[in-house]
């Protein structure tokens, strides 16, 4: 059974940073599409950031330079690094993942599997 578990969520200032990360198993997370989304109130929910089988990274035109993705294979386990975190930043953050190569970006629908999100909360 593959399972996803994001923790790292929380509320911090403008400018500060958060590391997200996304416990996986069932699965090796080297081997799947893996993605960051997130999902603000009374908004669709947003790729923010993929790491596919490759290796190969993709990010939001709202996040590069601020945010990285990355994986520990040993661990089995992604991550979301945020650094320079605006208020816009806020919502409820997902991590995903997917047996099919998938490139970019890719919507929601993209991905078959999902944790059950860890909440990012920026006040200015």
């Known amino acids: 059974v593959v399972q996803l578990v994001e923790s790292g969520g929380g509320t911090v200032q403008a400018g500060g940073s958060l590391r997200l990360s996304c416990a996986a198993s069932?699965?090796?997370?080297?081997?799947?599409?893996m993605g960051w989304f997130r999902q603000a109130p009374g908004k669709e929910r947003e790729a923010v950031a993929a790491?596919?089988?490759?290796?190969?990274?993709s990010y939001a035109d709202s996040v590069t330079g601020r945010f990285t993705i990355s994986q520990n294979n040993a661990k089995n386990t992604l991550f979301l690094q945020m650094n320079s975190l605006k208020p816009e930043d806020t919502a409820m953050y997902y991590c995903?993942?997917?047996?099919?190569?998938?490139?970019?970006?890719?919507?929601?629908?993209?991905?078959?599997?999902w944790g059950q999100g860890t909440q990012v909360t920026v006040s200015s």
């Open positions: 995903a993942a997917d047996p099919n190569l998938i490139y970019g970006l890719g919507p929601p629908s993209f991905y078959n599997y």
């Open positions: 069932g699965y090796l997370v080297s081997y799947y599409s």
């Open positions: 790491l596919d089988s490759s290796g190969t990274t």
